[in-house]
């Protein structure tokens, strides 16, 4: 019987080694075939000298990066932006990535890691300033950020540039099905997510700071409020809306708008056109009455210690065709004005990825609210997560663990009045 | 009897180091402010997420008792099976758990979506669609479906035990086949009973990414509060660490409870 079951095993393993070794094979055939149309990514360098100063040295540095937030040679013709990193400069590159900017806060604030160079976005960079947790880049190590555009520079989280050097930007808009959602895009304003026409199939971000921005908008509010009673109207909107909502997501939004499993969603323009990209159903408009516009920028960690190594590598992030290819790649907006003349004509006049100046004054940049402010929300916000329809009594809890503890007792003294009467 | 002892050093050791210290630095973080004085005001926060923990709570013993009712059978099947059959299907049983957690539950997604597989079948003849994912029953299902070997597994090796001879002189002695399963099997699996219990309940509670990709994050668990404090938005592992230990010693109550069905010698904890 063993000796069976060890064949049978055996036997299964090669079959899973054989379509694995087979399906191998089919990818590089297929590589090879299409190679002919595919625009091959070149990289030029200017000053090849400035990136040869660590050669032979044997640093590493750690990269934290947000997911799926860099050119790294997956599709054919493209630049693998860390190998070409690490040939140029032999500077090892250790990259990681997270998925939110409060998961890369709370493990720089655990401690225990090192991180040279992190990529967070406006409001935490704010964050991470004011407690000391990002350090002043020597700009005149990184000469490509001649190129960042007057746009981007001195915004409000960062007003002197002396901590962070932008890498990308985007707006937050609303991603929705135009086979069943017949609306012009102008006639389509935030207030569609509430719409009980569409219940069950909104979904909504299951962050507190994007989500509040949304109600804060509707409200006439600014999205950096800090008033407790206007944050708690903007919960009390959100909690009017969770009856029409479907489910709270982040990243799920591209399975569940993908595959058509909702109708209407918020998100970041960048993402929403790789969905669409997927789903050729799907429309994405920025909503006229305004809207959040971020940006996500390059610092350096205090803790860093090779910095002049993470400046390197932010300067290399910023060369025109790095920052191309990453560009080409993530789909949201870039600062750097030379990808930006590099991208193709259909692109920079895409109203999703690069609005009007009319559009874009309407728009305003997250700020680091106060610890007390974000604490409101925060409570708001788990609040109005956990509430229940009907809601459960709140003697419920108190009162299971005070008879819990009753038969603990009870219990207790059970055994011991037993183990008495065994001694006797 | 003291050379056996020192085979449990390592362990011992593992404990000390990985077990005993991290609890204790969850109880310091519990009782301290951000600023490093001593408080009480972390734990008394605690009582506003009472809904949740009750939620959690029910959520759990709802699939437990669903595993407990499906595991069962199947583990006294199986264990009268005659010897070769009973490795094979031990093997089907253990199949799912080869595949990554992560993607089962994923994998639960999709079949349950709004434009999932089971709608689309349904749809087919005529019905629904129904709201399937999102839901505390989504919720449940994903906990029974991911915690089911636990159940069978002890339960299995317990009444494996269970000599047939013992079955065999109950029905001599006269009783029928409901009075075997009542007053000879059941008594004789209950360690099995309670320790399959312990092993659905306690990670069934503490769950957290059930409840997120299956309850679409409006069925907020103890798990999902937890790790909100610590990797999620609200950075406070003060408040997470005073979580996790009210959740502990409602762990405890619960478990000391569930022992006194158990035998006295083959007491848990």
């Not at chain 1, 191309?324 to 990825?353: G, W």
Request: aromatic share 10%; glycine share 6%; net charge negative.
């Amino acid at each position: 019987m063993t000796v069976t079951k060890k064949n049978l095993l055996s036997w299964l393993l090669c079959m899973v080694m054989l379509v694995t070794g087979l399906t191998g094979c089919s990818d590089s055939d297929e590589a090879e075939e299409g190679e002919e149309d595919i625009e091959v990514q070149t990289l030029t360098i200017e000053d090849e000298d400035y990136y040869t100063r660590f050669k032979g040295d044997d640093i590493e540095i750690n990269v934290y990066n947000w997911g799926e937030y860099i050119c790294i040679g997956e599709e054919e013709g493209t630049l693998d932006i860390l190998t070409e990193f690490e040939e140029l400069t032999g500077i090892k590159v250790n990259y990681t990535t997270f998925a939110t900017n409060e998961e890369l806060y709370a493990k720089l604030k655990g401690g225990g890691v090192s991180y040279d160079v992190i990529i967070p976005s406006d409001y935490m960079i704010s964050k991470m300033i004011k407690e000391g947790m990002v350090q002043k880049i020597n700009m005149d190590n990184i000469p490509n950020y001649k190129y960042i555009m007057e746009d981007f520079r001195n915004l409000e989280y960062d007003p002197r540039n002396e901590y962070s050097v932008p890498y990308t930007w985007g707006t937050v808009g609303i991603i929705y099905d135009t086979t069943v959602i017949d609306l012009a895009p102008e006639e389509i304003d935030w207030d569609i997510l509430w719409n009980e026409d569409y219940a069950d199939q909104i979904l909504m971000f299951d962050n507190p700071r994007d989500a509040f921005a949304i109600a804060e908008i509707m409200l006439g509010y600014s999205i950096n409020t800090e008033d407790e009673k206007e944050l708690e109207e903007a919960a009390e909107l959100l909690k009017e809306q969770k009856k029409v909502v479907q489910a709270y997501v982040m990243d799920e939004i591209f399975d569940k708008m993908g595959a058509s499993d909702a109708l209407i969603a918020p998100y970041y323009a960048g993402d929403a056109l790789m969905i669409m990209e997927e789903n050729e159903d799907l429309g994405f408009v920025v909503p006229k009455s305004g809207t959040n516009l971020f940006v996500d920028a390059m610092c350096i960690p205090s803790s860093s210690k090779q910095k002049e190594a993470a400046e390197m590598f932010i300067n290399f992030m910023c060369e025109p065709d790095i920052a191309h290819a990453n560009i080409d790649y993530i789909c949201y907006s870039t600062p750097h004005s030379a990808a930006y003349e590099m991208l193709d004509e259909e692109v920079r006049n895409d109203p999703v990825s690069y609005p009007s100046d009319e559009v874009k004054a309407n728009m305003t940049v997250f700020v680091n609210l106060s610890d007390e402010a974000s604490k409101t929300m925060q409570d708001l916000w788990t609040q109005m997560k956990s509430a229940e329809d009907e809601t459960t009594s709140r003697w419920v809890m108190p009162v299971f663990l005070v008879a819990c503890l009753l038969a603990v007792v009870i219990i207790l003294i059970r055994r011991h009045i037993k183990n008495k009467k065994d001694i006797f | 009897m003291k050379q056996l002892k020192i085979f449990s050093v390592p362990y011992l050791v593992w404990m000390l180091v990985f077990i005993l210290v991290p609890l204790i630095m969850v109880a310091y973080f519990a009782f301290r402010t951000a600023d490093g004085e001593w408080t009480i005001q972390n734990i008394s926060e605690v009582g506003q997420y009472a809904n949740i923990f009750v939620r959690s709570i029910w959520l759990a013993l709802i699939a437990t008792v669903i595993c407990l009712v499906v595991a069962y059978p199947l583990a006294y099947a199986l264990s009268r099976m005659e010897k070769h059959k009973q490795s094979t299907m031990l093997l089907i049983v253990m199949l799912p758990m080869w595949m990554n957690f992560l993607l089962r539950t994923y994998a639960w997604m999709t079949l349950l979506g709004n434009n999932g597989i089971i709608n689309n079948l349904l749809g087919m003849i005529g019905l629904g669609p129904y709201k399937l994912i999102n839901t505390s029953g989504a919720v449940v299902l994903g906990m029974v479906y991911n915690y089911l070997p636990f159940m069978i597994l002890p339960l299995y090796s317990v009444m494996e035990k269970i000599d047939k001879s013992v079955i065999e002189a109950a029905s001599d002695l006269g009783c029928n086949s409901k009075k075997v399963i009542t007053r000879v099997v059941v008594p004789l699996s209950l360690p099995g009973i309670t320790s399959g219990i312990t092993m659905v309940f306690v990670p069934a509670i503490s769950t957290f990414i059930i409840s997120r990709m299956l309850g679409g994050g409006s069925n907020l668990l103890i798990g999902d509060l937890i790790e909100m404090q610590f990797l999620g938005n609200s950075y406070n592992p003060h408040l997470g660490a005073a979580i996790s230990l009210v959740l502990m010693v409602i762990i405890l109550l619960i478990m000391t409870i569930m022992n006194q069905f158990s035998p006295d010698d083959q007491v848990l904890i």
